[in-house]
């Protein structure tokens, strides 16, 4: 388990770990998440105490949607996990980045070139053979009673 945030190369490095992992043992999941991170909003005394017209209730809709309207672009953060819980033998793999705004298109190009790959290489082809023939052989005779009537 890595505590922390990674660099950019760093967590390239330990997701395509990861994902190479997963291949070897032939099978597994790796959970990707991302969400944006929001600057830590500092409310007013008066704010905080703000009274909703008609009622006795607090108001508490400025500190509930702060985020909402920012005046810059708010940095993300992209997390991996290979979801191994309690029952796991071995520990859970978490590893997590933080995006800047200015950083967030060349991330993303190379994050989908790691994950492509990682995941064309595990992907394992479909045995259209045995579909095809179960097919075929329920067709003719459905088709040969058909025809004879």
Do not use: W
Not at 82 to 91: H, I, S, V, Y
Request: charged content about 30%.
């Amino acid at each position: 388990m890595v505590s922390g945030h990674l660099s950019h190369t760093d967590f390239f490095a330990k997701l395509t770990d990861l994902l190479n992992t997963r291949q070897t043992k032939g099978h597994g999941s790796i959970y990707l998440s991302q969400k944006r991170l929001s600057h830590q909003a500092t409310t007013s005394p008066e704010s905080s105490n703000a009274v909703v017209a008609g009622t006795n209730q607090p108001s508490t809709v400025h500190e509930d949607f702060s985020d909402l309207n920012v005046s810059e672009p708010l940095p993300l953060i992209v997390r991996a996990t290979d979801g191994k819980g309690k029952r796991g033998k071995t520990a859970k793999v978490k590893i997590s980045t933080i995006v800047k705004p200015e950083d967030m298109e060349s991330f993303f190009v190379r994050y989908a070139e790691v994950c492509k790959v990682g995941m064309i290489v595990g992907l394992k082809k479909r045995d259209r053979k045995a579909r095809k023939a179960k097919k075929k052989k329920a067709g003719t005779g459905a088709t040969g009673a058909g025809e004879k009537a």
